[in-house]
């Protein structure tokens, strides 16, 4: 489980998260939904000690942020980060590779290539391999990034709106990939989602952000209506139920 | 790659022979321990200065900048500049070879440190703040320089301008095990990270997430960096800005990969060929007295047009 616990926190003098306390179960997929500059990606960074959590705890299962090191860490927990620029020439198997660090820290065994090798296959990277990552499509990037944290076989998986740049064919399937490996393999994947539909339709829990504090928390038909679009994202868009699910028609 | 390697090594040692044969006229006795002293002073430089840029653009994570930009060529300088002024060029002739060594690498080692450290207790230890730092440093530096040169007696003066500028025409014993002592583990220290530069190299973020803190690795890069350019400028003078630059490029272009376990190991190799094969050059066939550096820097900065061209239409 990961515990937040009165979390606040500050860029330069704007405050930007308020006081925050939060529980994301193990298991599942949590989907963070809220408008642009809510503070989704900046919660995500502290959960993932990318910046210096200085008010309030985290605990991920029994490890502290800020006290766990980072090795350790990077064992049990990947995060895919919004912006994800590399400016080294990698290879696309070069970048899946880098997710075996955390475990052999530089000398990948057999079982850090098998491993490599079914991130790989899963992801669908076969054809494009040994392309170069500035050689293949926005969305092609995006899903060998999410390999890499795939392949860094670890309990919780971040990731910062990971749909970026992917067509709805490739939406869909990394999103039932996702769900694949919540349900198999027992991860705890947490998803910064900008689409609230895909939240709604593959996500367990909905957590809604707005001006830095939690607006709402539960399953999609508690959290998805009328009455979050109109406070938290500002827009009259109507919410109608599809086989249990809550749609917004945009 | 690993093959490319070893045709580098190949050609290292053809070069290395070349040096030591071509118009070899005398003794051995006196040829040997004269010419070798050169070209162990030309193989250790060529490549301690290559993996010192190759590890300064990794933790940059920007292939045009080298070291130098920190402002190293232009503190030795300054250093021998001062000295000279102060004590006058006898004395400083008579300087023992230990004592400017420790003052030379001393001083430049900590100028490094202390932009990075001091640049590092701000907010946000951006390593480009550190680049600009440097330059602005560079020059300050080089004005102080000028100015002390401009108090110096003329005669005095043609000394500094000897001492400023890279040579391997006279090659101090001592120095030399000085500087061997100095970078061989240094060189080893680089080498033993070679994984975490990979990672390093994937930029803050991810290097965090792969569990690998950037500022330590950062740091002790940093170290290593300016331990490597400190006691090679110390050992044959400022090297022209361009080498670490032509050296690392060509490395690139040589092992196409960003795998430190390739591309440290050729750019050291690259380096010490293209050190003593000009020098070869310039010295056996050619039986001129050019520095080197002045070569390097024409050549180099042709051939880095070319490749910055050439990559940009790629
Ligand atoms: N580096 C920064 N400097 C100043 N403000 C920032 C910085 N990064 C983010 N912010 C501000 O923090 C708020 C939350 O940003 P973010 O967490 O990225 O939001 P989200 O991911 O929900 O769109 C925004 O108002 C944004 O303007
Ligand atoms: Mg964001």
Redesign the interface.
């Known amino acids: 489980m990961i515990r937040i616990r009165n979390v606040s926190h500050k860029i330069g003098p704007a405050p930007i998260l308020h006081d925050i306390s939060l529980d994301i179960p193990k298991g599942g997929i949590t989907a963070l939904i809220g408008p642009n500059g809510a503070g989704k990606s900046t919660l995500l960074s502290l959960i993932a000690r990318l910046a210096v959590l200085r008010e309030g705890e985290i605990h991920i299962d029994a490890m502290k942020i800020g006290e766990v090191s980072d090795r350790e860490l990077a064992r049990h927990l990947a995060i895919m980060a919004q912006s994800t620029h590399v400016s080294a020439r990698l290879r696309v198997e070069e970048l899946v590779g880098f997710g075996r660090y955390p475990w052999h820290r530089g000398r990948p065994g057999p079982g850090d290539r098998a491993i490599v090798e079914s991130a790989i296959e899963r992801f669908g990277l076969g054809p494009m391999r040994h392309r170069f990552l500035d050689e293949i499509s926005g969305g092609q990037r995006q899903r060998a990034f999410v390999a890499m944290a795939f392949a860094q076989d670890t309990d919780y998986l971040l990731l910062d709106e990971p749909l970026n740049n992917l067509d709805i064919a490739g939406a869909r399937s990394l999103m039932r990939l996702l769900r694949q490996m919540a349900d198999e393999d027992g991860k705890t994947v947490v998803i910064v989602l900008h689409d609230i539909n895909y939240a709604a339709r593959f996500a367990d829990r909905i957590v809604a952000m707005h001006e830095g504090r939690i607006a709402a928390n539960g399953a999609a038909r508690e959290v998805v209506t009328d009455a979050l679009l109109r406070d938290v994202f500002g827009t009259d868009a109507e919410v109608s139920l599809h086989e249990g699910h809550p749609v917004v028609l945009v | 790659m690993a093959r490319r390697l070893i045709w580098l090594a190949l050609a290292l040692a053809l070069a290395c022979l070349l040096y030591m044969t071509v118009n070899a006229r005398g003794s051995w006795s006196f040829l040997l321990p004269f010419r070798g002293q050169k070209l162990a002073a030309l193989v250790l430089v060529g490549a301690s200065l290559s993996v010192a840029t190759v590890l300064f653009q990794t933790i940059t994570?920007?292939r045009i900048l080298t070291p130098s930009i920190i402002g190293f060529d232009q503190l030795f300088i300054m250093i021998q500049t001062v000295l000279i002024f102060m004590m006058g060029s006898a004395d400083y002739a008579g300087l023992s070879a230990l004592l400017l060594f420790a003052v030379n690498v001393g001083l430049m080692s900590l100028l490094g440190l202390v932009l990075f450290t001091l640049l590092r207790r701000g907010a946000r230890g951006e390593m480009m703040r550190l680049v600009l730092t440097g330059i602005i440093f560079g020059v300050f530096l080089r004005s102080a320089t000028n100015f002390v040169q401009r108090l110096i007696d003329p005669t005095e003066f043609s000394v500094v301008t000897t001492v400023t500028y890279a040579r391997f025409n006279t090659v101090d014993a001592l120095l030399l095990v000085l500087t061997t002592v100095v970078t061989l583990p240094a060189l080893w220290a680089a080498w033993r990270m070679?994984?975490?530069l990979?990672?390093l190299?994937?930029?803050d973020?991810?290097a965090?997430?792969?569990?690998?803190?950037p500022r330590r690795g950062q740091s002790i890069a940093l170290v290593l960096i300016c331990v490597l350019v400190a006691s090679a400028t110390a050992l044959v003078g400022p090297m022209a800005a361009f080498f670490g630059l032509i050296v690392s490029a060509l490395a690139h272009v040589i092992t196409?990969t960003?795998?430190h376990a390739i591309l440290l190991p050729c750019a050291a190799l690259t380096g010490a060929v293209v050190l003593v094969g000009g020098q070869t050059l310039l010295e056996r066939v050619m039986g001129l007295a050019t520095p080197i550096s002045v070569v390097v820097e024409a050549v180099g900065g042709a051939l880095f047009l070319f490749l910055l061209l050439k990559r940009r239409r790629a």
Do not use: C, F, H, K
């Open positions: 994570e920007n070679r994984s975490r990979d990672v190299g994937l930029g973020q991810i965090l997430g792969l569990g690998e803190a196409p960003e795998r």
